[in-house]
């Protein structure tokens, strides 16, 4: 008679989250194997995963980490977990998330579900209408520098689950394997790319900047999509004053404001006029400056609105030409446009939302 295992959780549970990492596509991590790999022995494998985690005894492998580019130039760092532990974060997840979701702030926006980047996109716009200024927040190196022991007192204010905690502490103690194969050891961050990532990255801010800005400065609106934030001020005073405010803030949790990438910006249009040097600002692949309008009466004004940002534009047009589309003169049109039109959807449709003559001329 098999021994009953420490941890209760279901091989339901497991099977929900493979289909759901499935679903999510993603690439190998450090073992090299690929979702269709995994499936060659798709009931084993589940088998061994769930065995390991109801027992305890699962450990979680290295993270892959691999360099993106960022529109804004330079690389982003991405850890990629394999297959199967994407599975295990993602059986974590699904017990976490629920307990978390009523707890986060209306004005959290990223990766959380019903909410979209075009709906913080939306009250950025309206807020921009009303208020003059805004504080356009850059903390530098969120995600490589979330403080281990702050994130781990949040998880257990929220559960008392001794399963998933013991894998969220395992996981952020996890090595990152670099590009030439060295492995180096981790003390704080959690890396882009994982499954839970995202869920752990929101429940640090809610603390160390959500729930101090409704404590601290109630009447003041934001909204911070993961670790991107816009803050919407009455006056530049108000706005410099809660610059320093929040820097000390982030000091406390140990993080820093990148001094050089956090900027006041005054919301210039036609009927705010004030001489200010910085009038626009970037917020999730949009630049919000003054802008050109057309009135319900046909006529011209000047306004304040979000449409392309210049990165994003130049970071479609880098895509396309590595498409080399001019070289496919042998693949069927039908089948290019198979490949290309996917891609060219998700752009119009969400560069599109308001200003849609920069999709059809990214030029």
Not at 93 to 113: M, N, Q
């Amino acid at each position: 008679m098999s021994q009953p295992k420490p941890f209760t959780i279901s091989k339901r549970s497991v099977w929900e989250a493979y289909e759901r990492v499935k679903a999510n596509r993603g690439a190998a991590g450090v073992d090299g194997q690929s979702i269709e790999e995994f499936e060659e022995n798709l009931q084993g494998n589940l088998y061994i995963l769930w065995n390991r985690l109801s027992s305890g005894s699962y450990m979680p492998p290295a993270v892959r980490r691999v360099d993106i580019p960022k529109a804004s130039g330079g690389t982003r760092p991405l850890g990629i977990p394999t297959v199967a532990d994407r599975i295990a974060q993602m059986v974590v997840k699904d017990v976490l998330e629920p307990i978390l979701e009523p707890c986060f702030h209306a004005s959290s926006y990223g990766y959380r579900p019903h909410k979209s980047a075009h709906d913080a996109l939306a009250v950025a716009r309206q807020r921009c209408w009303c208020l003059d200024w805004v504080l356009d927040v850059d903390i530098k190196g969120f995600f490589d520098n979330i403080d281990h022991r702050l994130l781990m007192k949040a998880v257990r204010r929220h559960t008392d689950c001794k399963w998933v905690v013991l894998y969220i502490e395992r996981w952020l103690a996890a090595p990152v394997q670099m590009p030439d194969g060295k492995r180096q050891a981790r003390d704080k961050g959690t890396p882009q790319g994982g499954v839970i990532s995202p869920l752990l990255a929101n429940l640090f801010l809610h603390y160390a900047f959500d729930s101090w800005m409704a404590r601290t400065f109630p009447v003041i609106g934001f909204e911070r999509y993961a670790d991107d934030v816009v803050i919407h001020c009455k006056s530049h005073a108000q706005a410099t004053m809660l610059r320093g405010a929040l820097e000390q803030r982030l000091a406390v949790c140990k993080l820093e404001m990148s001094p050089s990438k956090t900027k006041i910006v005054y919301c210039k249009d036609g009927k705010r006029t004030e001489d200010y040097p910085e009038i626009s600002f970037d917020f999730l692949g949009y630049t919000f400056r003054p802008r050109k309008s057309k009135a319900s009466d046909g006529s011209i004004f000047l306004s304040f609105l979000p449409a392309m940002s210049g990165r994003a534009a130049k970071a479609i047009r880098q895509i396309v030409r590595d498409w080399k589309l001019q070289r496919r003169t042998l693949v069927p049109l039908g089948e290019v446009a198979r490949r290309i039109n996917p891609v060219l959807r998700g752009w119009i449709t969400y560069y599109g939302s308001w200003v849609s003559r920069p999709i059809r001329s990214p030029r």
